[in-house]
Every structure is written in structure tokens, then in C-alpha cells.
């Protein structure tokens, strides 16, 4: 593990908080931390070469942008690489794990709103390819927390969660808006006025630029601008995706519960079905197993539920954001309707 000295925690803990959308974000988290626009920049840039930071860029809102979106889980008894490597294929994919589970590859998938296959078929078609023994498709039904807070000094420190996450104002993108999402949702440029490069590129005046990610966030498109770790790098090895068999009528109580620990990155209700009972998603992160699974033990004698599951990742296929009005999402389905990861034509 990588030694962090007080500073680099310190910005750390800021940055994977909210970095500002003004004309010098950096000089504001400096003055926050009584340092320099200068040193600010120098440490983000050395705690990127040292694989710490991941990516620092807006987190956008699928459901806001008009994609569908979920959680899917297959159950593999073949050759797992080789299903990850299919699953990889498709450009909505942006995360995808081994877990230690029967169903032992987890990832999350989108498509945009005109796909002509859909998210479900989208789905069926990856599971048919794979020839997967069976898999199940776990939707987003409330959002209790997104956002990666990591906490250096104890796993039960707290966090401010809102509660209003849920509701979004329905926007009408133009062909500019999607143009600024494409150029921003790339890695930001680590300089004094970053905003004034992705300006250049969008070529658009950097005000503009400013006023519309700040319109994003007010409107629940982006959820928030902010770095993302690594966190084996960073220190927290032990990550479990800790998922909860919980009565519905405490589904609320037990989310929020979950969601105001800064160890829980995310925490979701989702949809259940004849396979899959677990109806509340977390995902926590220790720095050691055994940290992690006391947390969670205390916590199940808190909340009184005792029907759990910790899904550890035992290996990691794909991280990265998803590339929004790409249009890798088209010719995905053009290569699968014409039968290139298969051989055969598979028709919609």
C-alpha cells in the first residue's frame, strides 16, 4: 500500500467530495486547504501517475440523459475471461466484476434511448452469446446514495447524504448539450483554468461551458464533478458489495441506514425476483477483510437483519466511465446483428 501523507488525505477526502465548476477550482480547494493553486495541481498530477486517482471528471446521470440502465449478474460455469471479454464488448458497460457468488459476474450496463434492441434484449443477446447458465437483470428502483467518499481515518465515520437524489427534472438535451458531455465527460486537464481548454475543444466561450455544468448539477444530469480512486491503491482492499434481504416497509429506514457511513460508496434499492431475493444493495469498502465484515456484523445487529450476503470482487474486468452519444452504442448492434462474436446472424 501506497504511504499518504496528511496533505494528499486531506485533498483526497475533498476532491472525491465536489471539486468546483468556476474559472479556477483548484485555487478554491487550495484556499480550503491553506495551500497553493500550485501544490494543489502538483499532488492531484503525482497521485494520478501514482494510480491513487483514477479519473477526475463530471459523474453524469444516465437515467438523466435518456439511458436505460442496470445491474446484471450472469452465472457462469464456462470459461469466465472469456464471458467478460464478451460482456466488455458492449461500449454501455461500465463496470464488470467477478464476485463470490453463484452468480459470479456482476456488471453494470447502459443504452441510449434509441437503441433498437433495448436494455432487456441488449442483455438477453450478451447472456446468448456467453452461454451463460442463467442470469438475473437488478434495476435501479430508489437511489439512496452514489458517490465514492472514502474516509482514511475509520470505517464508521459519517457522511451527509441527501434524500432528494431521486428527483429529476426532466431536460430536453440539444445537439450542444450532448456536444458539452462528450468533450467533459473525458479525464480534466490538471491546470490552472481546465475549463477554458474543454472551452477550446467544445468551441464554445468557457462561461458557457461553466453555466451549463453548473446548470447539470443543479438538475440532478450530473450527479457531481468529482476524482474517482483506485482503492486497492489508496488502501481499501477489502471491498464487498454487501446486499440485504429487507421488509419492505423498512426499505427506506435500512437504506438511508446504510448510507449516511462514508465506507458505503453506493447503496441502492433494487428490483427482486424467483432468483435473486436481495432487495438493498451496498457496497462497502475496509482497508482489511476483517474490518470490513465487523462492520458489517454490527451493523445487521443495528438494523436487526440477519438475511445478508458480503459479494467480495475477486477480480475486476472493467472500470471506466461510460463515452455518452458515442456512437460505438450503434455499431455494437450492427456487429451483433450481423453475427460477429458468434457466427451465426442473431436477429432483434
Given at each position: 500500500?501506497?504511504?499518504?501523507?496528511?496533505?494528499?488525505?486531506?485533498?483526497?477526502?475533498?476532491?472525491?467530495?465536489?471539486?468546483?465548476?468556476?474559472?479556477?477550482?483548484?485555487?478554491?480547494?487550495?484556499?480550503?486547504?491553506?495551500?497553493?493553486?500550485?501544490?494543489?495541481?502538483?499532488?492531484?498530477?503525482?497521485?494520478?501517475?501514482?494510480?491513487?486517482?483514477?479519473?477526475?471528471?463530471?459523474?453524469?446521470?444516465?437515467?438523466?440523459?435518456?439511458?436505460?440502465?442496470?445491474?446484471?449478474?450472469?452465472?457462469?460455469?464456462?470459461?469466465?475471461?472469456?464471458?467478460?471479454?464478451i460482456i466488455n464488448t458492449h461500449p454501455g458497460v461500465s463496470h464488470n466484476y467477478q464476485r463470490t457468488d453463484d452468480f459470479?459476474?456482476?456488471?453494470?450496463?447502459?443504452?441510449?434511448?434509441?437503441?433498437?434492441?433495448?436494455?432487456?434484449?441488449?442483455?438477453?443477446?450478451?447472456?446468448?452469446?456467453?452461454?451463460?447458465?442463467?442470469?438475473?437483470?437488478?434495476?435501479?428502483?430508489?437511489?439512496?446514495?452514489?458517490?465514492?467518499?472514502?474516509?482514511?481515518?475509520?470505517?464508521?465515520?459519517?457522511?451527509?447524504?441527501?434524500?432528494?437524489?431521486?428527483?429529476?427534472?426532466?431536460?430536453?438535451?440539444?445537439?450542444?448539450?450532448?456536444?458539452?458531455?462528450?468533450?467533459?465527460?473525458?479525464?480534466?486537464?490538471?491546470?490552472?483554468?481546465?475549463?477554458?481548454?474543454?472551452?477550446?475543444?467544445?468551441?464554445?466561450?468557457?462561461?458557457?461551458?461553466?453555466?451549463?455544468?453548473?446548470?447539470?448539477?443543479?438538475?440532478?444530469?450530473?450527479?457531481?464533478?468529482?476524482?474517482?480512486?483506485?482503492?486497492?491503491?489508496?488502501?481499501?482492499?477489502?471491498?464487498?458489495?454487501?446486499?440485504?434481504?429487507?421488509?419492505?416497509?423498512?426499505?427506506?429506514?435500512?437504506?438511508?441506514?446504510?448510507?449516511?457511513?462514508?465506507?458505503?460508496?453506493?447503496?441502492?434499492?433494487?428490483?427482486?425476483?424467483?432468483?435473486?431475493?436481495?432487495?438493498?444493495?451496498?457496497?462497502?469498502?475496509?482497508?482489511?477483510?476483517?474490518?470490513?465484515?465487523?462492520?458489517?456484523?454490527?451493523?445487521?445487529?443495528?438494523?436487526?437483519?440477519?438475511?445478508?450476503?458480503?459479494?467480495?470482487?475477486?477480480?475486476?474486468?472493467?472500470?471506466?466511465?461510460?463515452?455518452?452519444?458515442?456512437?460505438?452504442?450503434?455499431?455494437?448492434?450492427?456487429?451483433?446483428?450481423?453475427?460477429?462474436?458468434?457466427?451465426?446472424?442473431?436477429?432483434?
Amino acid at each position: 500500500m501506497i504511504q499518504l501523507s496528511d496533505f494528499e488525505k486531506s485533498l483526497l477526502k475533498i476532491v472525491q467530495g465536489e471539486i468546483p465548476v468556476n474559472d479556477r477550482p483548484f485555487s478554491h480547494i487550495a484556499q480550503n486547504l491553506g495551500s497553493t493553486e500550485e501544490e494543489v495541481i502538483k499532488t492531484l498530477k503525482n497521485l494520478k501517475e501514482k494510480k491513487i486517482i483514477r479519473q477526475i471528471s463530471p459523474i453524469y446521470d444516465a437515467k438523466s440523459l435518456g439511458y436505460d440502465s442496470s445491474l446484471v449478474a450472469f452465472k457462469v460455469n464456462g470459461d469466465i475471461e472469456k464471458v467478460a471479454e464478451i460482456i466488455n464488448t458492449h461500449p454501455g458497460v461500465s463496470h464488470n466484476y467477478q464476485r463470490t457468488d453463484d452468480f459470479n459476474i456482476w456488471f453494470t450496463i447502459a443504452v441510449p434511448p434509441d437503441s433498437e434492441f433495448g436494455l432487456e434484449k441488449t442483455v438477453q443477446l450478451l447472456a446468448e452469446i456467453s452461454d451463460v447458465d442463467d442470469y438475473v437483470i437488478l434495476k435501479t428502483v430508489k437511489l439512496y446514495k452514489i458517490g465514492v467518499k472514502l474516509s482514511f481515518e475509520d470505517i464508521r465515520e459519517k457522511d451527509t447524504v441527501k434524500r432528494d437524489d431521486n428527483k429529476k427534472n426532466n431536460i430536453n438535451l440539444t445537439e450542444i448539450d450532448k456536444k458539452i458531455i462528450k468533450i467533459t465527460q473525458e479525464d480534466i486537464p490538471l491546470v490552472e483554468k481546465p475549463f477554458e481548454i474543454l472551452a477550446q475543444k467544445a468551441d464554445l466561450p468557457q462561461e458557457h461551458i461553466i453555466q451549463k455544468l453548473q446548470f447539470y448539477k443543479e438538475n440532478g444530469v450530473m450527479r457531481r464533478f468529482a476524482a474517482i480512486l483506485y482503492h486497492r491503491k489508496a488502501g481499501f482492499k477489502a471491498n464487498g458489495m454487501t446486499v440485504w434481504n429487507v421488509p419492505p416497509d423498512r426499505e427506506d429506514e435500512v437504506g438511508y441506514k446504510l448510507a449516511s457511513f462514508r465506507s458505503v460508496s453506493h447503496c441502492y434499492k433494487r428490483t427482486t425476483n424467483e432468483k435473486w431475493r436481495y432487495n438493498i444493495f451496498s457496497m462497502i469498502h475496509g482497508k482489511t477483510k476483517e474490518e470490513l465484515e465487523n462492520f458489517v456484523f454490527d451493523i445487521s445487529q443495528e438494523i436487526g437483519i440477519k438475511d445478508f450476503k458480503i459479494l467480495y470482487s475477486t477480480k475486476e474486468f472493467k472500470k471506466r466511465r461510460i463515452k455518452y452519444f458515442s456512437d460505438q452504442f450503434y455499431k455494437w448492434e450492427v456487429e451483433i446483428k450481423n453475427g460477429r462474436y458468434t457466427g451465426s446472424d442473431i436477429k432483434s
